[in-house]
């Protein structure tokens, strides 16, 4: 019902997936409705909000940048953990351009939030409700948003490999749902691609400790998956981390087909530019009865009289 950032600080150090470079970052609580705050400290505090409009590149990762070309790159994994865990404000303190990678999932920064502790605070939250299909696509290659009650995602993937023929995952997004079947979803790349990459500046931090390495005809790492379609999953938890760059949770089910980063981008800004596609709602506590007795939820939505100003860029 209500907003929700971090009780305490607290502090990590990792590489950059795609620099190689090792990189401190801290997280601290925010005040209400500051949304998520990127801020380079090596470029004296540089603030970023972590916003649809600030995103400047969607190749392999998403990157945000300020009005003065600051960035922070890959920051779809931390995010992801903030929408799954309900945090609404937090500031992201960096000393390097790249959000460390980790694991490759958003399982460590799930622990890093919840060492931290979450408390509420007093602003309601608001949600963005889809009120109409909207969709964007190229070839084969789709991504859709449809109204839903709550917060629902599909993908399907299909690519030229065994390992990834025809996968598909569609999962109802709760807290629950989030920490144990999308979090410890870890990104992945073709081992026969890595050289080419590297040369085109990116993966320069990858190993078998933050991505799944997938051969010819199997997968390198010790002890294989995490989950038997761990590349669906992901896909979806890159997604969820794409779209808390509305600044706000979502009412709507999104369905992904072959998409990534792009063409999450391509479909918020979509979105954000009809009117009618879309509304803002908050939640009030109600009581509501069930056989162990009253119990309060957060059941009954109301809509909101006013729109968020990240839709006036549109």
Known sequence: MFQ??????????????HSGEKCYLSLRPAPENSGIVFRRMDCG???????????????????LANADGVTVSTVEHLLAAFAGLGVDNAY?????????IMDGSAAPFVFLIQCAGVVEQRAVRRYLRIRRPV?????????????????????????????LARQGVTLDINETTFIKEISRARTFGFLNEVETLQSHGFAKGASLNNAIAIGDFRVLNDGGLRYDNE???????????????????????????????????????????????????ESSPVQQSSQTGVRSAAARLVAAPVRPAMAMAY
Not at 92 to 100: G, N, R, S
């Open 92 to 100: 992201v303190d960096l000393d390097h351009a790249e959000v460390p």
């Open 231 to 281: 590349f669906a999953r992901h896909k979806i938890m890159d997604s969820i981390g794409d779209f808390y760059l509305l600044g706000h949770p979502i009412l709507g089910h999104f369905q992904g087909v072959r998409s990534g980063h792009e063409l999450n981008n391509q479909l918020l800004r979509q979105l954000l530019q009809h009117a009618d596609a879309w509304d803002m709602v």
């Open 4 to 17: 929700k950032t971090l009780k305490n600080t607290v502090r990590c150090t990792g590489i950059g997936l």
């Open 135 to 163: 969709s964007v696509g190229h070839g084969e290659k789709k991504a859709s948003f449809y109204p839903s009650d709550g917060f629902k995602v599909s993908f399907f993937l299909d690519f030229d490999h065994p390992l």
């Open 45 to 63: 505090g540089a603030v970023i909000p972590a916003r649809v409009e600030q995103v400047v590149d969607t190749r392999l990762c998403t990157t």
